[in-house]
């Protein structure tokens, strides 16, 4: 019997890649319920996302650096329910799903609109790629 596995994609989307990884690392490997519910209560500004790596001068929550990056949080969300909604289409349980994998990625680079003289118009990297891969159960090493 193979592994299925479901996933779902954003390309693009216009969030800090930095909150992003630091999402990502703190939702990796649980079951999809409890990763949902740790993102609710971040929009809800109950529960912040604990910064591992890009903390400096970070203000602590809970004895730890952590903010509330709620807009990059929704978008988790969204992509998250498109991996249960496919894994439902494919057969998938909803109870047993976990997050076997979630990464997060810098996307394209754009060029913001005016200052053309002189080089004024810099780029800016504030795109994110989101990968989600949801598997029953859990992989035992």
């Known amino acids: 019997m193979e592994d299925k596995t479901a996933t779902a994609r954003a390309w ?10 630091e ?19 971040v929009v809800a500004l109950r529960r912040p996302i604990i910064l591992r790596k890009h903390n400096a001068e970070v203000p602590h929550h809970y004895g730890r650096p952590g903010r509330y990056p709620v807009k990059a949080v929704k978008e988790f969300i969204s992509v998250i329910e ?17 997050l076997e994998r979630i990464e997060a990625s810098r996307g394209t680079v754009k060029k913001p609109w005016g200052g ?13 790629n989101i990968v989600v891969v949801l598997s029953e159960g ?3 090493k």
């Not at 216009?14 to 992003?20: G, T």
């Not at 999402?23 to 209560?41: C, D, H, Q, S, Y």
């Not at 991996?83 to 799903?97: R, S």
Request: charged content about 30%; aromatic content about 4%; proline content about 3%.
């Open 138 to 140: 859990v992989k035992k």
């Open 82 to 98: 498109n991996a249960i909604a496919n894994a439902e289409y494919i057969g998938l349980k909803d109870a047993k799903l976990t």
């Open 116 to 128: 053309k003289a002189i080089g004024k118009s810099k780029k800016r990297g504030r795109r994110t």
């Open 12 to 21: 693009n989307l216009n969030i800090s890649p930095k909150y992003s990884r």
């Open 23 to 41: 999402i990502a690392a703190n939702v990796r490997g649980l079951p999809v319920v409890k990763a949902l519910r740790i993102l609710e209560e």
